[in-house]
């Protein structure tokens, strides 16, 4: 079974550019949640859904962030305009509820120079 | 509030030592606790998770961890560390007790294994 999958892993931009992540969930999982992970620190919730339906959204810094999740499968996170301290790890995780055990994709890693 | 602190930014053990990662957590409801760890440039996998059954929680790679109520705490486990065992351990703590989504994670803890 695959896991979630996450694109790009890898991305580089000039502050002041738009950046997107996107997400793949486990098949048939409900819930995604996308988390931050700052260099040296823990993961921060930013989101997370239950179908198509963002249930806590209130870490995500609304003013440059943004995400959504079309059709209640994959979601895609947004940044515009990026800031150099958006520099971190953007991890998405999913699980077949809220209830249980999440599982996270490897991340995707964004530079902001 | 829900919180986590894990004393130690960095453990070092020789392999074959024994393993101890500490983790204090405050809860305002019975905690559901965790812990991941994550190897370089990947994301986070369980190791194992307390949800209120038995105290003594046994995970993957022979880990395991003791939550104790009195100590508010969640000390992670192993009595012989393997070099494969290098990489970095976060504690988490469910939001809302219920949820094993929304959780606070420490600050981590990196282990390295000495040859």
């Known amino acids: 079974e695959a896991g979630v999958v996450q694109s790009p892993r890898y991305k580089i931009i000039e502050k002041k550019q738009p950046v997107a992540f996107w997400c793949n969930p486990i098949s048939g999982h409900n819930t995604l949640y996308w988390y931050l992970q700052n260099l040296g620190q823990g993961p921060e919730l930013l989101i997370r859904y239950e179908n198509e339906e963002a249930v806590d959204d209130s870490q995500l810094p609304k003013d440059r962030f943004s995400a959504e999740r079309l059709k209640g499968v994959d979601s895609t996170l947004k940044i515009q305009p990026a800031e150099l301290g958006d520099s971190a790890v953007y991890l998405c995780a999913s699980s077949l509820n809220s209830g249980n055990t999440i599982y996270f994709g490897e991340g995707s890693w964004l530079t902001v120079v | 509030a829900q919180s986590v602190t894990q004393l130690g930014s960095h453990v070092s053990v020789s392999e074959g030592a024994l393993v101890l990662l500490r983790c204090n957590y405050s809860?305002?409801?019975?905690?559901?606790l965790f812990w991941y760890v994550q190897y370089p440039n990947q994301g986070l996998q369980l190791l194992l998770k307390?949800?209120?059954?038995?105290?003594l929680v046994k995970g993957i790679n022979g880990f395991e961890a003791e939550f104790k109520k009195s100590e508010t705490s969640f000390h992670l486990t192993k009595p012989s560390a393997h070099m494969s065992d290098a990489a970095e351990y976060f504690c988490?703590?469910?939001?809302?007790?219920?949820?094993?989504?929304?959780?606070?994670f420490g600050k981590g803890t990196k282990l390295s294994v000495k040859p």
């Open positions: 307390y949800t209120s059954a038995a105290t």
């Open positions: 988490a703590v469910s939001v809302d007790g219920g949820s094993q989504g929304n959780l606070i």
């Open positions: 809860s305002s409801v019975p905690p559901y």
